[in-house]
C-alpha cells in the first residue's frame, strides 16, 4: 500500500553475492555458520554422556516404558461407558454388525476401533447407550478396544523425542518435549478411553515427523530415501486426515510448509532450472495430493464395503443411496403409486403427516389476523386415519396397466379420506406465518375451487416420467395457481389445532426443508391392502451404486452435519481457553465412592508450553523490529534453527488452533490436543534457545552436490540442560500425580480433596465440599 | 532530488526510479500518444516543405511513426501545416525551429529514429527527395538544453569534440549531444547503473560516436583504457562530491585547454544550505583542482535549485574562449537571470514577458508529468478533456515525450512515494481567466459527472408516495429527533441524526410515524427529504473521479471508475430513499478519497496539506463509524495502510528519532484520537437532542433516564425501605428489568418464569418484605430502611408469589441454579431469602460510608441465602417458551466483579417516604456512551437470521459478488410503484472477476519476480501493488466479517464493498490495458468504448429498478438476468 515495500528491495540486499554464484551448493536453510567452532571432546560431561547411541536409545526405551505404564494403569477402570465412547464404541459394534451408520468424523480411527473390537471378540451387541452403562454386566472386551488408543497415544511420546532429535536438539531438550506429552493427565485421559484422538495425535506426529526427516533429505533429493520418507509422510497425513475431521489441518500446515518449500526452490538465486522446480513441484503433487487422496478414498471404500447392512444411519442418505443396503425399508417397501391409492405423506425433516380434521381455523387470530375459517391441515406425528389421503388424477386414465402410475411432474388432487375433501391452498395468511400460504380443504363435490385444488408432483432430482414411489420417492408438492410449496416447521400451533405443527405453503419452492415423502399405501386403487401387491415381489437385492456418488454424498453430510453442530453443552469451551487450562470436561462420575473422570492437562506443562510460545514469538517479533533498525540481535545460525525448525512447529500449532476461533460449532478442550503437541516441540526449542545459543550442524544430510563449507558444530547445554530439566519434570511429575485421581476416575476423593484439586476456580468438579451447606 | 549516498546503485543511485512512467521505454518504437478518442487519425494529411509533426500530428504518428508526415502532399493539414524553419543557434551543432512554437532541435545522426519517443521533424534536404531530420531537444528533460537556453555563453560542445559525459542515465541527452559532435566527434557516456547502463548501450548501438561506459565516475582508471583525452567534460552525477569526480575525471582524461561544464544541484549537495551558497562551495572546490570558472547560468525555470556551471581548466595555457578575458565583477562569472535572455525565443507571438507562462504553463511541464505512467491523465494534466485544449497543448505538446521516465533519474529512486498520483507542485496563480480555466480544465468531467449524477439519483424520486422497505425504520428514528424523544437503534446516531437534520430543513414536524408501505401524508415533506439525502448519493460520483485520480490511474480508468460509480443501479437506488446507505457511502467513499490523498502528500510530511489530509482522513473515519458500525471495515483499511507505512518509516534509519514520533504522534492523534471524538461527539449530540422519554428509555441504565424529560423516576424517594415497591434494573451493559409472569417453567421446576425483560409494565414490579420468620410488615409501623446485608424476601406484585431459587440447574446456563417464583403471600420456605449486599453506590462511592440503599445509584448484589448463590442475567436468551427474554439464574460463582450480577433499584414506590430530587442523578456522559454502546452491540448481535424473513429478504454474503440475489424493496402490486435492489451485473460481475484476476496477477508476477523476470520498473510495481491493496485489502475488510459474524445479512450491505471491486475493476483495465506498451492505442479506445457502452448501457437497461417500475412487472421483458433474482411473479 505504501510505497517501497516491494519485493525488489530484499532482493537488493541479498544481491546475490560471488560466493553464492559458485556452482556448488551450500547450506542455505540451515545456513548456520558458528563462528566459535567447537570440538565435540571439548563439550561438557552431560553432553558427552547423554549425545550418544546408547543414551539415545535408553532415553526412548525409557520414554516408552514410561508411556505405556501411565497408559495402561487401571486402564480398566471404570467398567462403564465414559463420554465420547457413547458414540465411538457404538460405531465399532456397527462395523461388527456391518450395519450402516452416519457420523460426521471419517472412519479410519473407527474402523481401527472396530477392527480391535473384533480382534478382542467382541459381538457388537453392547448399545453403549448411556454414559454410566456397565460393559461388565454386558461382557464387553472394553479393555481390548481402550488398548488401541492407549498403545498408539504411548507410540506419541516417543515419535515426539524423535521429531526434537531430528530437529537437531540435544537429547535433553527432546526428553523435555516429550515429557509434556508423557506426563500429561489430558493426553491420558484421553487416550485411556475409546476416543478418536490418540489415533488422531499419533499420525499427526508421525506426519511431522516424516516431513522432518524428508527435509533433511533436500540434497539427495530423488534418492530412494527421500522418495520413501516423501511418501510415507504423504501417506500418515492421509490417515490423520481419515482419523477425524481435525485431522485436515494436518493437511493445510504441510499443505503450507511445501509451498513454502516450493517458494524457496523457485528462487533463482538457488540456481535450479524450471524443470527442477517442476520435477519437484510433481514430486510433492503425487504424494500430498494424489496418495493421499487415493488412501483417503481408499478408506472410505472400504468403510462402505464393510458396512452393507441397513442400520441408523440410513435416514440420513439419499433413496438411491439407501436402496445399496441390505435390509432397508425403501427397498423391501418401496412401491409405485397409482392413481386412487390411498397414502400417508411424511415430511422429511420433522417426521410429521399430512393430517386434517374436521375443525376449522378460527376467524380470527391473536394477532387480529383472519382466516378462511376452512378446514384445518397440519402435521401430526402420530399415524392415525386422519392422514389418510388419496390420489385424485386430473386427466382420463386407462383401465389398467402402467397408464395408472403417477409420474414426475403429475398434476393430481389430494383427497382427505375421512372428510371427503380435497387438500387446496390460497392467498391467504397462515396462521403463524403471514408470509406464507394457508392449507385448507375444500368440498370434492363443489367444483368452484377446482383450480386451488390442483398440485404438481416434483420429486427429488427425478427425470421425466419417473414413477412416484413410496418411501424412496421423495417429492415437492407445488400448488398450481400460485405457485408454493406444501411445508411445514416445527413451530406449533395453538390449542385450537391441538398443538400440532402448522403446514403451509412456502412461496421459496426450493426450501431445503419443503420435502415429502410418501410412508405407506393404504389401499390400492381397488380397495385391496397394499400389501398384497408385495406378495409377489420377491426380496430384492441392493442396488448397487457407484462408489463415487456415495463418497461425494457421504462427504458433503458429513460436512453438512459437522457445521450444524451448535447445540450447546455445559463443559463447551471457546479456544481461547484452552491453552491456559480455564475448564475442562467432566468425562464420568460414580457417586459411590466419589470417583469422577475430569479431563484437565498438567497445568505445569501446558503453561510451559504457553511460556515457550509467548517467548517465541515474543523473540521473533523482537528481532524482527530490531532488524528493520538494522541491528542484529540474533546471530544468523541461531536465527535459522527458530525459523526453520520452530517456525514449522509453530505453524502446525496455529494451523490446529487458530482456525477453530472461526468454527461455530460445539468446541471441547480436546479440540486442542493435536496443538498442545505442536506447542510442546515449541516449547523444547525455546528452552534449548534459552539454556544456550549453540546448535547442533548441519542437521541435514550430506548431498553428494555439497560442498563441505562450514565446520560441524554442537548443541552444548552444559550441565544446566540435565538439571533445569530434571526439576522441570519432576515438577511435572508430582503435579500429574496430584491430579491422577481426576484423570484415572480412581480412587474417590472426598469433598476437600476435590477442593484442594480444583486449582482454577473455574474447574467445574463434582463432590465438591460446598462451604454453605447444611443451611 | 539526488540518489542517495547509501544508494547500492552507488554513483547514480538516484536512477533507480526507473524510467517507470515510460510507457515506451527507450528502447520502444517512437509512438504518438493515446488520444481521447476522436483525436487520432489526421496526421497524415500535411504537406508543406516541412512538415511539422506537432500536436495534430499525434494521430500519424501511432501508425507509422517514419515520416509519413512528409508525404502528405499538397494538402494542407488541419493545423500545424505552417513551414517550420530552421535556423542554426549560436551554439554550433544546435538548431533552432521556428513555427508556430520555437523549439530547440539537434540534427538527428540516425533519421527516422527517436530514442526516448521525443518529436521528430523532418525538412526537405538540399537535394531533392533527401530529407534532414531533427530532434526536438526538451529543455525540461536535458540541464544542457535548459542551460543553452538559459544563456550560457559557449557549451564547448561541437561537431568533432570528444566530450566525456559523466551521468549519461538512459543516454537521452548523450544522444543530443551525439548529434551534436556528428559523426567525426565521439561522446563517451559515463553511467554506473547498470539498468540504465542497458539502455544507454541500447542506444549506443544505433549512434555509433556514442561509447557507453557502465562504470563508476568516481574510478577513472577502470575506464582508462576506453578513452584517450577529451575536449570537454560534461558532468551531471547528482553526487555530493561531484566537484571532486570532475577533477579526478580531468586529472586522467582533458586535454590541455580543455573545459568541464557541471551541472550541480544544490539540495543534492547539501539540501541544508541555500542554493547560492552550494554553487559557490562547489565552485571554491573546482578552483581548488585548478578549475577555472567563467560563467554560472541558474536552470530555472527548467530546473530548480540547479546552477550550470562551465569552467575552464586552468591547467591550459590556452583558455580559448575569448571572453574568458572579459573583466568580470567581483565574482569570477556572472549570473544571468533566467527569462530574459531568451523570452523571444519561444513565443514569436506574444511580445510581453508574462506571456511565456500562458503558452508554456510550467506546471503542466514539470518533471512529475514524466513520471506519469500515461501522460494525460486527468491527474496528469487535465487534457483529459478532448479538442479545446489543443491550442494550450501545443506549446509544450512539442517537448513531452509521452511521459517517458527521463526526469526520475533525478528522483531517489525510492522516494516515499512511488505509487499513486504523482506530485505535482501547484501552478502559479492564473492571471487571466483563460489561464484560470486551462489550468481547471481537469475539473469538466467531474462536474458534468456531478450533473449527470445529479440528474440520475433526483429523477422522478418522489414518484413513491409510500414508505418504501427501512424508510419504515431511519424515517421514523429521524421523527423522533424532531420530537426529541429518546429511542433506541442498533446504529450509531450520526446517520439518523442527518435524517432528522433534513426533515428539519425540510420542514417536517416529526409526526409521522412511517408505517412500511403506508402514503404519507401531506405534511410530510419525504421529497424534499429524500433529494436531501440523495445528495450524498450525488457526490459519490465526483468523489468516484477523484479517488481514481488520487490514485494515479489513466484517464480513461478515471472515466471508468466515475461512470460505473455513476450507472450502478444499487447505489442508484440506495441513495434514492431516506435510508442510512447514502450517508455510509459517501463517507466510505471520502474516507478512501483522503486516504488516496494523504497518500500522496508524503513526499512533504507535516506541511500543511499533509496535515489536512491525514486529518481529513481521520475525520472521515469518525463520520463512517458514527452512520453505522460497518465503517469499522473502511477503518481497519486505514489501519492496515497506516501500520504498513509506520513500519516502512521505521525501517527508515535516516530518519531522526524525532521525526519516527512525530509520524506516530500524529497518526495516534489524527486516526485514533479525532475519530474518537468525533465519534463521542455524535453521541453527545444525539443525548442532548434527545432530551424527553421515549420508547428507548429501558435500554438505558436507570440513572440516564432519570434525567430524561417525562419521566418520573427523579421523584423516587431516596431512600430503600421494607415494604417499598421497586423495580430491579440489572446493572449489565444493555440490561433489562427483572420480570416475572404467570407462565411456567416447561423444565426443571415447572415453577413460574422468571425473567428479564425491557418492556415495562407491572410484571417488573417487586415488594421487599421482611423474612418469613419475622414479623410480617407492618404498613404502620417504624420505616425500616434496607441496609447492606439484610435477608429479605422478594414478592412478585401482580402475583404475589416469592423469588425463590433452588438447586436445579437453569434452563439454559445448566451451570447455574434455577430461579423461580414459588408460593404466594403466605406460601413460602427457606429458599425465598435473599441477602442484599451493597457493592457500591455511582454517586457517594464504597459501602462504608453510608448504610441506606439509594435507589438508582445504589448497586446492590442479591445472594441466595441457602445456597449462596447470585442472582444473576447475562445474555442469555430463553427459547420460545420464555418469549426470547433474557434468562435469570442463580450463579455459583461469587464473582465480586460479574456486572451481570449488580443490580439496582429503578423505579420506587414508597408513599410513606418523600420523593426525591433530579440533582441526586445525575448521569456520566461517558457511562452512558458505553453502555448505549454496548447495548447496541448487543441487540446487534441478536439480530440472528429469523426463519420466517430469511428466504424472502435475507441473502448469504457468498450470493452477493455474483450478484446471485435481488431484494424487493417494497410492495408488488401491478398499481404500485416497485423498486429491486439490484446492481448493474456488468460492474458487479466485472468488479468480483477483476479481484480474482488481479490476485492471479500479483501471485504470477511475485513467482516470476522470483525467478527474476522483470516485468515492470519497480515503481510500476509499486504503483500496481498499492492500488491493488487499497481495492483487495478494502474488499476484504469489507466482506470476511459478513461471511463470519452470525447476524442476518442483506444484500445491502455489501455495497460498499462493491466500491473497492470498482477499483480494481479500473485498476486492472488500467493495467492491462490503457497503460499497456504492447497494445495500440486504437486497442485501447476500442476496450475503452466497449466498456463504456456495456456499462452505460446496462445501466439504460436496468434503470427502471431503480426509477421505479410501474405497472403489471411481468410485462417488463428482460429483466430477469440470472434465475434466481425474483423480479417477476411467477
Not at chain 1, 259 to 282: Q, R, V
Not at chain 2, 143 to 160: H, M, Q, V
Not at chain 2, 294 to 303: A, G, K, M
Not at chain 2, 668 to 677: D, E, G, H, K, T
Request: aromatic share 12%.
Amino acid at each position: 500500500m505504501s510505497s517501497g515495500g516491494g519485493p525488489s528491495r530484499i532482493r537488493n540486499r541479498k544481491a546475490p553475492s560471488e560466493a553464492s554464484r559458485d556452482l556448488s551448493i551450500e547450506y542455505d536453510d540451515d545456513d548456520e555458520r558458528n563462528n566459535d567452532v567447537q570440538h565435540p571432546r571439548n563439550r561438557s560431561y552431560a553432553e558427552k554422556v547423554l549425545e550418544t547411541e546408547q543414551a539415545n536409545v535408553g532415553m526412548i526405551a525409557l520414554l516408552t516404558t514410561l508411556a505405556f505404564a501411565l497408559r495402561f494403569f487401571k486402564i480398566n477402570h471404570p467398567d462403564q461407558v465414559v463420554f465420547d465412547e457413547v458414540h465411538f464404541g457404538k460405531f465399532a459394534s456397527y462395523y461388527i454388525q456391518r450395519q450402516y451408520y452416519f457420523d460426521v468424523h471419517p472412519p479410519l480411527a473407527k474402523l481401527l476401533f472396530g477392527l480391535a473390537g473384533w480382534f478382542v471378540g467382541y459381538d457388537g451387541t453392547f448399545g453403549f447407550e448411556n454414559i454410566g452403562d456397565s460393559y461388565t454386566e454386558a461382557h464387553v472386551p472394553y479393555v481390548g478396544m481402550r488398548a488401541l488408543p492407549a498403545i498408539l497415544g504411548s507410540l506419541t511420546v516417543p515419535v515426539v523425542y524423535a521429531i526434537m532429535k531430528e530437529c537437531g536438539f540435544s537429547t535433553i531438550v527432546a526428553t523435555f518435549s516429550a515429557c509434556i506429552v508423557l506426563f500429561d493427565n489430558a493426553h491420558v485421559a484421553q487416550d485411556r478411553l475409546i476416543l478418536l484422538d490418540a489415533t488422531l495425535i499419533f499420525f499427526m506426529t508421525l506426519t511431522m515427523y516424516c516431513y522432518i526427516r524428508f527435509k533433511k533429505l533436500r540434497y539427495r533429493d530423488f534418492s530412494y530415501d527421500w522418495w520413501l520418507w516423501l511418501l510415507s509422510c504423504g501417506t500418515f497425513m492421509a490417515f490423520t486426515w481419515a482419523s477425524k475431521v481435525n485431522g485436515i489441518l494436518t493437511v493445510f500446515a504441510i499443505g503450507i510448509a511445501v509451498i513454502i518449500d516450493l517458494w524457496d526452490i523457485l528462487d533463482i538465486k538457488k540456481g535450479h532450472s524450471l524443470e527442477y522446480f517442476w520435477k519437484h513441484f510433481a514430486a510433492r503433487a503425487v504424494a500430498f495430493i494424489v496418495l493421499p487422496v487415493f488412501l483417503y478414498l481408499t478408506i472410505f471404500w472400504i468403510h462402505l464395503s464393510i458396512l452393507t447392512n441397513s442400520g441408523p444411519g440410513d435416514t440420513f442418505m439419499s433413496p438411491a443411496f439407501q436402496e445399496t443396503l441390505r435390509g432397508n425399508e425403501l427397498l423391501l417397501n418401496s412401491q409405485e403409486i397409482r392413481y386412487y391409492d390411498t397414502i400417508t405423506i411424511r415430511h422429511k425433516d420433522t417426521r410429521v403427516f399430512l393430517h386434517s380434521h374436521p375443525d376449522k381455523y378460527p376467524l380470527k387470530y391473536d394477532d387480529g389476523r383472519i382466516s378462511s375459517q376452512g378446514q384445518q391441515v397440519t402435521g401430526y406425528g402420530h399415524d392415525d386415519s386422519n392422514n389418510y389421503w388419496q390420489v385424485i388424477p386430473t386427466k382420463a386414465l386407462p383401465e389398467t396397466g402402467r397408464g395408472r402410475v403417477v409420474r414426475d411432474e403429475d398434476i393430481f388432487q389430494l383427497l382427505h379420506v375421512n372428510t371427503q375433501t380435497l387438500l387446496l391452498t390460497h392467498d391467504v395468511a397462515s396462521p403463524l406465518m403471514p408470509t406464507n400460504e394457508e392449507f385448507t380443504t375444500w368440498p370434492k363435490d363443489d367444483l368452484s375451487r377446482y383450480n386451488d385444488t390442483l398440485f404438481q408432483l416434483r420429486l427429488v432430482d427425478g427425470y421425466e416420467g419417473e414413477p412416484w414411489k413410496s418411501k424412496s420417492g421423495h417429492f415437492r408438492l407445488i400448488h398450481v395457481p400460485t405457485k408454493v410449496a406444501m411445508w411445514t416447521h416445527p413451530k406449533q400451533l395453538p390449542d385450537w389445532a391441538y398443538k400440532q405443527q402448522e403446514i403451509n405453503g412456502n412461496k421459496n419452492v426450493n426450501d431445503k426443508t419443503a420435502i415429502w415423502f410418501v410412508d405407506n399405501i393404504v389401499d390400492d386403487e381397488t380397495g385391496e391392502d397394499a400389501k398384497e401387491r408385495t406378495v409377489d415381489v420377491p426380496a430384492k437385492e441392493p442396488k448397487s451404486l457407484n462408489f463415487f456418488k456415495k463418497f461425494f454424498e457421504l462427504q458433503i453430510l458429513m460436512l453438512q452435519h459437522n457445521a450444524g453442530l451448535t447445540a450447546s453443552h455445559p463443559y463447551a469451551s471457546g479456544p481461547i481457553n484452552w491453552p491456559f487450562l480455564i475448564s475442562g470436561i467432566s468425562f464420568w462420575t460414580q457417586s459411590e465412592g466419589q470417583k469422577q473422570i475430569y479431563f484437565i492437562g498438567n497445568i505445569v506443562g501446558w503453561w510451559a508450553c504457553v511460556i515457550g510460545i509467548s517467548l517465541y514469538t515474543g523473540i521473533m517479533l523482537a528481532d524482527l523490529v530490531a532488524r528493520r533498525r538494522d541491528v542484529e540481535p540474533l546471530t544468523e545460525p541461531v536465527r535459522h534453527r527458530l525459523l526453520n525448525s520452530t517456525g514449522f512447529f509453530l505453524l502446525f500449532w496455529g494451523v490446529h488452533y487458530f482456525p477453530f476461533f472461526l468454527m461455530s460449532r460445539q468446541l471441547f478442550l480436546h479440540h486442542y490436543l493435536p496443538s498442545h503437541v505442536a506447542s510442546a516441540l515449541v516449547a523444547g526449542s525455546v528452552l534449548s534457545f534459552a539454556l544456550s545459543e549453540s546448535v547442533n550442524y548441519p542437521v541435514s544430510v550430506w548431498g553428494p552436490r555439497l560442498r563441505a563449507s562450514k565446520p560441524r558444530t554442537y548443541a552444548d547445554l552444559g550441565s544446566r540442560g540435565p538439571i533445569v530439566v530434571g526439576a522441570f519434570v519432576l515438577l511435572m511429575f508430582i503435579f500429574y500425580v496430584y491430579i491422577a485421581p481426576l484423570t484415572y476416575g480412581t480412587p474417590g476423593l472426598d469433598g476437600h480433596a476435590v477442593n484442594a484439586r480444583r486449582i482454577l476456580s473455574s474447574w467445574t468438579l463434582h463432590f465438591a465440599a460446598k462451604p454453605t451447606d447444611g443451611i | 532530488m539526488c540518489a542517495e549516498p547509501t544508494g547500492a546503485s552507488g554513483g547514480r543511485g538516484g536512477f533507480g526510479g526507473g524510467r517507470g512512467g515510460g510507457r515506451g521505454g527507450p528502447r520502444g518504437a517512437p509512438r504518438g500518444r493515446g488520444g481521447p478518442p476522436g483525436r487520432g487519425g489526421r496526421g497524415g494529411g500535411r504537406g508543406g516543405g516541412v512538415a511539422k509533426r506537432g500536436a495534430g500530428g499525434r494521430g500519424g504518428g501511432r501508425g507509422a511513426p517514419r515520416g509519413r508526415g512528409g508525404r502528405g502532399g499538397g494538402k494542407p493539414g488541419a493545423r500545424g501545416g505552417s513551414n517550420v524553419i530552421l535556423k542554426p543557434h549560436r551554439h554550433k551543432g544546435v538548431f533552432i525551429a521556428e513555427g508556430k512554437e520555437t523549439l530547440l532541435v539537434t540534427k538527428n545522426l540516425v533519421p527516422g529514429e527517436a530514442v526516448y519517443g521525443e518529436k521528430r521533424i523532418s525538412v526537405e534536404g538540399s537535394e531533392e527527395g533527401t530529407k534532414v531530420e531533427y530532434r526536438v531537444w526538451n529543455p525540461f528533460r536535458s540541464k544542457l538544453a535548459a542551460g543553452i537556453l538559459g544563456g550560457l555563453d559557449a557549451i564547448f560542445i561541437e561537431p568533432g569534440k570528444k566530450v566525456l559525459y559523466l551521468g549519461a542515465a538512459s543516454g537521452t541527452s548523450v544522444s543530443h549531444v551525439a548529434d551534436i559532435v556528428g559523426p567525426e566527434g565521439v561522446v563517451y557516456a559515463v553511467e554506473f547503473s547498470l539498468r540504465s547502463g542497458r539502455d544507454l548501450i541500447g542506444m549506443a548501438k544505433k549512434r555509433t560516436n556514442v561509447i557507453p561506459i557502465v562504470e563508476d565516475a568516481r574510478t577513472p582508471h577502470r575506464y582508462r583504457m576506453l578513452l584517450s583525452s577529451v575536449d570537454v567534460i560534461f558532468a551531471d552525477v547528482a553526487q555530493p562530491d561531484q566537484a571532486r569526480i570532475v577533477a579526478l575525471n580531468a586529472e586522467y582524461f582533458l586535454k590541455d585547454g580543455g573545459h568541464a561544464v557541471i551541472s550541480i544541484k544544490a539540495s543534492c549537495i547539501d539540501s541544508t544550505v541555500p542554493a547560492e551558497a552550494v554553487f559557490a562551495r562547489e565552485v571554491d572546490v573546482l578552483r581548488e583542482h585548478k578549475f577555472k570558472p567563467i560563467e554560472q547560468v541558474t536552470l530555472e525555470p527548467y530546473e530548480r535549485d540547479h546552477a550550470m556551471l562551465s569552467t575552464s581548466d586552468t591547467i591550459a595555457l590556452d583558455l580559448g574562449p575569448p571572453f574568458d578575458d572579459d573583466p568580470r565583477s567581483s565574482s569570477d562569472f556572472e549570473e544571468i537571470a533566467h527569462p530574459s535572455a531568451h523570452n523571444a525565443y519561444w513565443s514569436q507571438s506574444s511580445p510581453a514577458h508574462h506571456t511565456r507562462d500562458e503558452e508554456l504553463p510550467l506546471h503542466y511541464m514539470s518533471e512529475e508529468k514524466a513520471r506519469r505512467r500515461v501522460t494525460r491523465g486527468p491527474g496528469g494534466n487535465g487534457g483529459g478533456l478532448a479538442t479545446q485544449t489543443v491550442e494550450q497543448d501545443l506549446a509544450y505538446d512539442a517537448y513531452d515525450a509521452e511521459g517517458k521516465d527521463v526526469y526520475s533519474k533525478m528522483k531517489a529512486s525510492r522516494g516515499p512515494i512511488s505509487s499513486g498520483r504523482p506530485r505535482r507542485p501547484p501552478p502559479p496563480p492564473p492571471t487571466t481567466l483563460r489561464e484560470f480555466f486551462a489550468q481547471n480544465l481537469e475539473h469538466i468531467p467531474p462536474i458534468i459527472y456531478t450533473l449527470l449524477s445529479c440528474w440520475t439519483r433526483f429523477h422522478k424520486i418522489g414518484k413513491s408516495d409510500v414508505v418504501v422497505w427501512d424508510e419504515a425504520h431511519f424515517g421514523k428514528f429521524g421523527s423522533y429527533y424532531l420530537k426529541r424523544e429518546f429511542y433506541f437503534d442498533v446504529h450509531p446516531p450520526l446517520g439518523k441524526m442527518l435524517v432528522g437534520l433534513a426533515g428539519l430543513l425540510a420542514g417536517y414536524d416529526g409526526s409521522f410515524d412511517f408505517t412500511s408501505g403506508a402514503t404519507y401524508p401531506e405534511t410530510v415533506p419525504y421529497v424534499a427529504m429524500r433529494v436531501m439525502l440523495a445528495t450524498f448519493g450525488v457526490a459519490m460520483v465526483p468523489l468516484g473521479w477523484y479517488t481514481a485520480v488520487e490514485l494515479g490511474m489513466s484517464w480513461m480508468a478515471c472515466h471508468l471508475v466515475a461512470l460505473m460509480v455513476l450507472c450502478d443501479v444499487a447505489w442508484l437506488c440506495i441513495s434514492r430513499f431516506i435510508l442510512l446507505d447514502s450517508m455510509l457511502l459517501f463517507f466510505t467513499f471520502t474516507t478512501v478519497y483522503c486516504l488516496a490523498k494523504f497518500h500522496n502528500q508524503q513526499y512533504r510530511p507535516f506541511t500543511v496539506d499533509w496535515w489536512v489530509w491525514l486529518a481529513l482522513t481521520g475525520w472521515s473515519i469518525g463520520c463512517v463509524c458514527s452512520v453505522k458500525w460497518v465503517g469499522f471495515f473502511v477503518t481497519s483499511l486505514v489501519g492496515a495502510y497506516t501500520i504498513e507505512d509506520l513500519w516502512d518509516k521505521f525501517g527508515d534509519l535516516k530518519m531522526s528519532a524525532r521525526d519516527q514520533l512525530r509520524h506516530w504522534g500524529a497518526r495516534i492523534a489524527c486516526l485514533i484520537v479525532l475519530p474518537i471524538l468525533i465519534y463521542m461527539a455524535s453521541f453527545k449530540l444525539h443525548f442532548m437532542v434527545l432530551s424527553h422519554s421515549g420508547p428507548g428509555d429501558a435500554q438505558m441504565s436507570s440513572l440516564f433516564q432519570a434525567n430524561l424529560e417525562g419521566n418520573t423516576f427523579h421523584e423516587n424517594p431516596l431512600d430503600v425501605a421494607i415494604g417499598s415497591k421497586v423495580t430491579l434494573k440489572n446493572m449489565g451493559w444493555g440490561g433489562g428489568l427483572l420480570h416475572s409472569h404467570v407462565q411456567t417453567y416447561p423444565v426443571g421446576s415447572e415453577q413460574q418464569q422468571v425473567t428479564c425483560y425491557h418492556y415495562k409494565d407491572e410484571n417488573n414490579d417487586w415488594v421487599l418484605l421482611p423474612r418469613w420468620d419475622e414479623s410480617p410488615y407492618d404498613p404502620e409501623g417504624p420505616i425500616r430502611f434496607l441496609k447492606d446485608g439484610d435477608v429479605i424476601r422478594l414478592q412478585h406484585a401482580p402475583t404475589t408469589r416469592n423469588l425463590h431459587s433452588h438447586p436445579i440447574p437453569a434452563p439454559v446456563s445448566k451451570l447455574n441454579n434455577e430461579v423461580s417464583c414459588y408460593g404466594n403471600a403466605t406460601v413460602g420456605d427457606y429458599q425465598d431469602y435473599w441477602v442484599v449486599e451493597v457493592v457500591d453506590d455511582i454517586h457517594r462511592g464504597g459501602k462504608d460510608k453510608y448504610d441506606r440503599i439509594h435507589s438508582l445509584t445504589t448497586r446492590l448484589r442479591f445472594r441466595h441465602q441457602a445456597s449462596g448463590c447470585y442472582l444473576r442475567a447475562a445474555n442469555a436468551i430463553l427459547p420460545q417458551w420464555g418469549f426470547k427474554q433474557i434468562e435469570v439464574s442463580c450463579d455459583k460463582e461469587n464473582n465480586p466483579k460479574d456486572v451481570h450480577t449488580y443490580w439496582n433499584v429503578e423505579s420506587h414506590w414508597n408513599h410513606r417516604l418523600p420523593p426525591g430530587d433530579v440533582r441526586y442523578y445525575k448521569s456520566p456522559f461517558l457511562r452512558d456512551f458505553w453502555h448505549l454502546n454496548v447495548a447496541m452491540a448487543t441487540s446487534n448481535n441478536a439480530l440472528i437470521p429469523d426463519p420466517d424473513k430469511e428466504d424472502i429478504l435475507a441473502s448469504k454474503p457468498l450470493e452477493w459478488p455474483f450478484l446471485h440475489v435481488g431484494l424487493r424493496m417494497c410492495g408488488w402490486g401491478d398499481n404500485q410503484t416497485k423498486y429491486y435492489l439490484i446492481g448493474t451485473p456488468i460492474i458487479w460481475w466485472g468488479g468480483t472477476i477483476s479481484l480474482i484476476l488481479g490476485t492471479l496477477a500479483a501471485l504470477v508476477y511475485l513467482m516470476r519476480q522470483q525467478r527474476k523476470y522483470q516485468d515492470m520498473e519497480p515503481r510500476e510495481w509499486d504503483h500496481f501493488l498499492y492500488v491493488g491493496k487499497i481495492a483487495m485489502l478494502g474488499w476484504l475488510f469489507h466482506f470476511v466479517p459478513f461471511l463470519i459474524m452470525g447476524r442476518v445479512t442483506y444484500i445491502h450491505h455489501y455495497l460498499p464493498t462493491l466500491y473497492f471491486s470498482v477499483l480494481m475493476f479500473g485498476h486492472l483495465l488500467d493495467h492491462f490495458v490503457f497503460t499497456s506498451r504492447r497494445l495500440s492505442d486504437r486497442t485501447k479506445q476500442i476496450v475503452f468504448g466497449v466498456t463504456v457502452f456495456a456499462i452505460v448501457g446496462t445501466f439504460w437497461w436496468f434503470r427502471g429498478v431503480a426509477w421505479g417500475i410501474d405497472g403489471p412487472i411481468n410485462e417488463h421483458w428482460g429483466l430477469k438476468w440470472r434465475s434466481t433474482w425474483n423480479i417477476y411473479n411467477e
